[in-house]
């Protein structure tokens, strides 16, 4: 550079030269040392615009929240009433009472109330039990009736009816038949659930 002598040249060589080695300089500032920063700041900026993004989501959520609540509230009603269509445990003392109840009311005799193996099925099980009663034609019909209108779910199979032997009884047809009701998902024993 000893031959770079700008006394001799005109004033816009030594402005040339200013402007290249400023534009040197500054290119090496961005380039070297302040490189870094920008790669934070634009690290951050992101950061920043995906935490806004989840800030709108969380008030969006939180301005629905109340129809949340009234959702879940409508939900956990609907599956107390299905729970009452189809128990998740066999609750046999509550069931021999609703039938014993049913027979009371009416004019019959409940010879026999047995229950039988569960059948596994695919996410309920089937419990059937076998009845055997004693009464009139009309009290049969009453019966029936009445059993189904439980909220719980039960079919009734197997129907085999027959006359009376019995002379002066006031019930005049013996009947026997499977009622069929079902349990959500496995059985449990009874008291655990």
Known sequence: MAGLDLENRP??????LGVVIAGVL??????????????????????????????????????????FREEAERLETELSRLLRILPTAKQTDELIKKIKS????????????????????????????GVQLEASYHELALFFDRLSRFSRIINVESLSASASSKKGSSYTINVAFIMKTFIYGEVAKEGVR
């Not at 989501?57 to 301005?63: L, Q, V």
């Not at 409940?110 to 089937?126: N, R, T």
């Open 11 to 16: 004033w816009y060589v030594a402005l040339i």
């Open 26 to 67: 500054i290119w090496a500032f961005e380039n070297y040392l302040f490189s870094d920063i920008q790669k934070d700041i634009k690290g951050r900026t992101n950061d920043l615009q995906v935490l806004q993004g989840k800030v709108r989501e969380g008030k969006a959520a939180e301005a629905r929240l109340p129809q």
């Open 102 to 129: 049913l027979t009371e009311r009416g004019n019959f005799r409940l010879v026999s109330f047995q229950p039988q193996a569960f059948v596994k099925k695919d996410f309920y099980s089937e419990w059937p039990i």
